[in-house]
Nanobody
Framework: QVQLVESGGGLVQAGGSLRLSCVLS????????MGWFRQAPGKERDFVSA????????DYGDSVKGRFTISGDNAKNTVYLQMNSLKPEDTAVYYC?????????????????WGQGTQVTVSS
């Protein structure tokens, strides 16, 4: 059974940093495209970042470019999202997702598996 588990969320001050982790079980990351999405109350689940497990290509949503970095560790079957210079508008539940291909892009339709999410709250 495929399972994605996010962790690392929390409460931080604006300008601070958090590192989210997502552990995949039930399949390998070797040929799997991974992505991060986020959803704030009353809003759509929006694209944050995507990566192929080879490390390339990567992609970022416009609102997080230059602040967030996606990376992975095949040995640990884990993908990370390093979030720096956090803003109150980054407050959301962050979801890890896995697709069928080596790179799944920025569309939710490209992903078959989703985690339960981890809450990130950025205070002003």
């Amino acid at each position: 059974q495929v399972q994605l588990v996010e962790s690392g969320g929390g409460l931080v001050q604006a300008g601070g940093s958090l590192r989210l982790s997502c552990v995949l079980s039930g399949r390998t990351f070797s040929s799997t495209g991974m992505g991060w999405f986020r959803q704030a109350p009353g809003k759509e689940r929006d694209f944050v970042s995507a990566i192929t497990w080879s490390g390339a290509p990567t992609d970022y949503g416009d609102s997080v470019k230059g602040r967030f970095t996606i990376s992975g560790d095949n040995a640990k079957n884990t993908v990370y999202l390093q979030m720096n210079s956090l803003k109150p508008e980054d407050t959301a539940v962050y979801y890890c997702a896995a697709g069928r291909g080596t790179y799944s892009g920025r569309s939710r339709a490209g992903y078959d598996y989703w985690g339960q999410g981890t809450q990130v709250t950025v205070s002003s």
